[in-house]
T-cell receptor
Framework: GAVVSQHPSWVICKSGTSVKIECRSL??????MFWYRQFPKQSLMLMAT?????????EQGVEKDKFLINHASLTLSTLTVTSAHPEDSSFYIC??????????????FGPGTRLLVL | AQSVSQHNHHVILSEAASLELGCNYS??????LFWYVQYPGQHLQLLLK??????LVKGIKGFEAEFIKSKFSFNLRKPSVQWSDTAEYFC???????????FGIGTKLQVIP
């Protein structure tokens, strides 16, 4: 149980385009989803927390207009990197936390999406 | 703000050696504690967690961790490592009642056959 998927697993795009990354909880309802960014040789950096049906809460220094997060259902959250630039190239990871059962109080992670902006 | 320190960034062990990875956190209140593992090419997986009760927590694959409140520590241990334990290990902490989880920088473990 407690499986989280991400799509796509990797994406290459041109500078200036927008990229959407999906995060799905496959076998539990995720009331809360988290988006992280992982830089080489560094830990996960939390970008934002999203609760189903509410606006996302962004961490300090993360541009909410650049990284649009939508958590429209209990099993799906999306991160859209708008007008992507090379400095946005990174590894983006989502996690999901449920309100009960296997997912309660524990984050379960997706496999990540590697974004390369040319 | 919560911070998490993992003291060993890169550990190299021979098979059958014992393992202890250090983890300390800064916030003195009630916390939930986690160890995650990331095998090469795979995503983060939960190894074990502590919410309350017995401070000695047993996880998957023979790992255990001990919560010592007075030392703000949650060290990960395994009596005898295997080559398949080669991975990166992350300690994580969240303040009880809050959603945000803070991660340590990770420790890369390399087990030599």
């Amino acid at each position: 149980g407690a499986v989280v998927s991400q799509h796509p697993s990797w994406v290459i795009c041109k500078s200036g385009t927008s990229v959407k990354i999906e995060c799905r909880s496959l076998d539990f309802q995720a009331t809360t989803m988290f988006w992280y960014r992982q830089f080489p040789k560094q830990s996960l950096m939390l970008m934002a927390t999203s609760n189903e049906g509410s606006k996302a809460t962004y961490e300090q220094g993360v541009e909410k207009d650049k990284f649009l997060i939508n958590h429209a259902s209990l099993t799906l959250s999306t991160l859209t990197v708008t007008s992507a630039h090379p400095e946005d190239s990174s590894f983006y990871i989502c996690s999901a936390m449920g309100s009960g059962g296997a997912g309660v109080k524990t984050q379960y992670f997706g496999p990540g999406t590697r974004l390369l902006v040319l | 703000a919560q911070s998490v320190s993992q003291h060993n960034h890169h550990v190299i062990l021979s098979e059958a050696a014992s393992l202890e990875l250090g983890c300390n956190y800064s916030y003195g209140g009630t916390v939930n504690l986690f160890w995650y593992v990331q095998y090469p090419g795979q995503h983060l997986q939960l190894l074990l967690k502590y919410f309350s009760g017995d401070p000695l927590v047993k996880g998957i694959k023979g790992f255990e961790a001990e919560f010592i409140k007075s030392k703000f520590s949650f060290n990960l241990r395994k009596p005898s490592v295997q080559w398949s334990d080669t991975a990166e290990y992350f300690c994580a902490v969240n303040n009880r009642g809050y959603q945000k989880v803070t991660f340590g920088i990770g420790t890369k473990l390399q087990v030599i056959p």
